[in-house]
């Protein structure tokens, strides 16, 4: 069956551009989760979905940075005004249920130019 | 807060060699830990995990125990092959108020040598 995938798989954007980085989950996944990966260091949670909602938004850095949901199923990580520091690989994963296996999904690597 | 320390790479092996790559946590509650593979050009991949203390998880050969008092998850192999030239990844998960978010450890490059 079809894994969590990722796309674009590359995007290189100017600063101060809009971008927005879509996450198609395993068919049937209530949770969807968010991280960012700079180099050399371990994913760090972004955001976390449980059906269509926003169930904790915490990790995410500041408020040029939303995500969204809106059928449960796909979602859409956007990033205004892009920095320099937002480059980094933006991975999506997806479980059945929270507390499950997350699976994940390649990644989008983001460069800021 | 929570948070995971792992040893730093690269770990460089012969094939059939130990292996031993260290981890350690910290956790206000009573968290569950895993590891997580990222092989060249692949996205993550759980490799095994461990939801209380005492528990060992195991796959593909791999093994690491959940020890609550040395607050620990180190993951060993007995033989290690090239194939097993990767990305490893310590993470915790202190369900039930993190909602499951997934907080890791830097990642330790293993590099095997035939």
Request: aromatic fraction near 12%.
């Amino acid at each position: 069956g079809a894994g969590v995938s990722q796309t674009p798989s590359n995007k290189v954007t100017e600063k101060g551009k809009y971008v927005e980085l879509r996450c198609d989950p395993i068919s049937g996944h209530t949770a969807l989760y968010w991280y960012r990966q700079s180099l050399g260091q371990g994913p760090e949670f972004l955001i976390y979905f449980q059906g269509t909602g926003a169930a904790d938004d915490s990790g995410l850095p500041n408020d040029r940075f939303f995500a969204v949901r809106p059928e449960g199923s796909v979602s859409t990580l956007k990033i205004q005004r892009t920095e320099r520091g937002d480059s980094a690989v933006y991975l999506c994963a997806s479980s059945s249920q929270p507390g499950y296996e997350q699976y994940f999904g390649p990644g989008t690597r983001l460069t800021v130019t | 807060g929570n948070s995971v320390t792992q040893m730093e790479g690269p770990v460089t092996l012969s094939e059939e060699a130990f292996l031993t790559i260290n981890c350690t946590y910290t956790a206000t509650g009573y968290p569950s830990l895993f590891w997580y593979v990222q092989y060249p050009g692949e996205g993550l991949q759980l490799l095994l995990k461990a939801t209380k203390a005492d528990d060992k998880g195991s796959n593909k050969g791999f093994e690491a125990t959940y020890r609550k008092e040395t607050t620990s998850f180190h993951l060993e192999k007995g033989s290690v092959q090239v194939s097993d030239s990767a990305v490893y990844f310590c993470a915790l998960s202190d369900q039930p108020d993190s909602n499951y978010q997934l907080i890791w450890g830097a990642g330790t490059k293993l590099i095997i040598k035939p």
